[in-house]
């Protein structure tokens, strides 16, 4: 089957000056068999350089049901000057493009920069899995924005994955885990979404506030797919260097031990969903972090030190 090619093109003389960063050319979106015109205000607004970063949610319409839980298509982020009229005009000439659906692309600005995004899918439940299923439109439309083509040849969307639709973040902005005055703060809850459970940011903001009713310095993070609680706030002696095994390693510190043992040792675990998470020895894939329990010997998630104004990556979901 042959691959739908799209070129993106920007008012290159016309934007020059406002460092985009665009390729040179004209603002244009075109499929091999079906040449697509820009809207023409959107490209006189482009010239004019009126796109300015502003917070704008897309118009997602319901993204919560008691079926499931709604993901769409990540099919670019921008971020820098011009991010906001970059990503629109984008979205713009993708609304364009053969195979597309107009009404699916949408896009959001924030302070973070700007995405664009495609469809809205509800994954329903495999009770017998514990994972969500993936609709067929959703795996045919994914595969279609990732094959889409640049008029270098390359994909242009090669970096666009499923992800949970965005939903406000509920939450005091104080209890922010960037608001942690230290430099570290121990993670000891993680959560997600699982069939019967489809709150996992509302879940980690009421620990928070049950930890700190309880005189606790708590502090929540949402990411893509979980919500985070951590505990206390450490400076950057929290951290020892030492050695394990004959290679360098590093431990947590008197103080921060301490704390694991509070709430009857509680804190020395890495909750997942309020469960204390185990596998089966050599099932676990982060080994370092890792401990044991039991008789068994069944390998058990215990709670570590995260710099406080660091980005996570996840990697919780191989979707």
């Known amino acids: 089957?042959?691959?739908?090619?799209?070129?993106?093109?920007?008012?290159?003389?016309?934007?020059?000056?406002?460092?985009?960063?665009?390729?040179?050319?004209?603002?244009?979106?075109?499929?091999?068999?079906?040449?697509?015109?820009?809207?023409?205000?959107?490209?006189?607004?482009?010239?004019?350089?009126?796109?300015?970063?502003?917070?704008?949610?897309?118009?997602?319409?319901?993204?919560?049901?008691?079926?499931?839980?709604?993901?769409?298509?990540?099919?670019?982020?921008?971020?820098?000057?011009?991010?906001?009229?970059?990503?629109?005009?984008?979205?713009?000439?993708?609304?364009?493009?053969?195979g597309i659906e107009k009404r699916k692309v949408v896009v959001e600005h924030d302070v973070n920069g700007s995405r664009i995004y495609y469809g809205k899918y509800l994954r329903k439940p495999d009770k017998s899995t514990g994972q969500f299923l993936i609709p067929a439109d959703m795996q045919r439309d994914a595969a279609l924005i990732?094959?889409?083509?640049?008029?270098?040849?390359?994909?242009?969307?090669?970096?666009?994955?499923?992800?949970?639709?965005?939903?406000?973040?509920?939450?005091?902005?104080?209890?922010?885990?960037?608001?942690?005055?230290?430099?570290?703060?121990?993670?000891?809850?993680?959560?997600?979404?699982?069939?019967d459970f489809y709150k996992r940011k509302d879940a980690a903001v009421e620990y928070c506030k049950e930890l700190r009713e309880k005189g606790y310095d708590a502090y929540y993070r949402h990411t893509e797919f979980v919500s985070e609680v951590f505990v206390g706030s450490f400076g950057p002696d929290a951290r020892i260097k030492g050695r394990k095994f004959g290679v360098v390693a590093y431990f947590n510190s008197a103080e921060v031990q301490a704390l694991q043992l509070k709430e009857k040792g509680r804190f020395q675990y890495e909750l997942w969903n309020m469960k204390v998470r185990t596998m089966k020895p050599g099932d676990d894939k982060r080994g370092s972090y890792a401990g044991s329990i039991g008789n068994d010997r069944r390998v058990v998630y215990l709670s570590r030190l995260f710099p406080v104004r660091e980005e996570t990556e996840d990697d919780f979901y191989d979707y």
């Open 146 to 195: 990732k094959d889409l083509s640049g008029n270098e040849g390359g994909r242009f969307f090669l970096d666009s994955r499923p992800v949970p639709v965005p939903t406000p973040d509920p939450g005091p902005p104080e209890w922010r885990l960037k608001n942690c005055p230290g430099t570290f703060s121990l993670r000891i809850a993680i959560f997600f979404d699982e069939p």
């Open 1 to 98: 089957m042959d691959r739908n090619r799209m070129h993106v093109q920007s008012v290159h003389r016309a934007r020059s000056t406002c460092g985009t960063g665009f390729p040179a050319g004209r603002d244009r979106l075109e499929s091999r068999s079906h040449k697509c015109n820009v809207n023409p205000i959107l490209l006189m607004a482009c010239i004019l350089g009126s796109f300015a970063p502003v917070v704008q949610a897309g118009d997602w319409g319901r993204v919560t049901s008691s079926r499931g839980v709604y993901w769409t298509i990540l099919c670019m982020e921008m971020r820098g000057a011009g991010a906001a009229g970059d990503a629109e005009r984008v979205a713009e000439s993708l609304r364009n493009t053969r």
